[in-house]
Nanobody, 121 residues
Framework: QVQLVESGGGLVQAGGSLRLSCAAS????????MGWYRQAPGKQRELVAH???????NYADSVKGRFTISRDNAKNTVYLQMNSLKPEDTAVYYC???????????????WGQGTQVTVSS
C-alpha cells in the first residue's frame, strides 16, 4: 500500500521559515509529478508548487520568490522550503503525487494527511 507522509509544519512568526517534507512509501514502481497544495479555513484547496519527475517546477503567483519545491528521487521525498512567511500563508498543507504502484500499469493520485502551518503576525 502506498502512502504519503508529511512533516515539518508548525507555528512561525511572520518573516520566518519552515521546511515541509513529504515521503512516499510502500510498493512503488515509479513516481511521476509531485506537488504541494494548501487549504485555508473557508477557502478552496489551491496549488502551491509542483515539480515533474524531470525537475521542472511551477509555483502559485502568491509564493513565487519565497517558496522552493525540490525532490530527492532516491528517497522518494518532496520538499517545500518556505521563506519570508506571511500570515496569509496559514493553512493546512497537503502533499500530492502521481505514483505507479508495483503491479499496476497506470498511476494513481495520492494525497498526504496534511500538516498545519500557522504564521503569526
Amino acid at each position: 500500500q502506498v502512502q504519503l507522509v508529511e512533516s515539518g509544519g508548525g507555528l512561525v512568526q511572520a518573516g520566518g521559515s519552515l521546511r515541509l517534507s513529504c515521503a512516499a512509501s510502500g510498493r512503488i514502481f515509479s513516481i511521476n509529478d509531485m506537488g504541494w497544495y494548501r487549504q485555508a479555513p473557508g477557502k478552496q484547496r489551491e496549488l502551491v508548487a509542483h515539480i515533474t519527475s524531470g525537475g521542472t517546477t511551477n509555483y502559485a503567483d502568491s509564493v513565487k520568490g519565497r517558496f522552493t519545491i525540490s525532490r530527492d528521487n532516491a528517497k522518494n521525498t518532496v520538499y517545500l522550503q518556505m521563506n519570508s512567511l506571511k500570515p496569509e500563508d496559514t493553512a493546512v498543507y497537503y502533499c500530492n503525487s502521481d505514483i505507479r504502484p508495483m503491479g499496476r500499469y497506470t498511476s494513481v493520485n495520492y494525497w498526504g494527511q496534511g500538516t498545519q502551518v500557522t504564521v503569526s503576525s
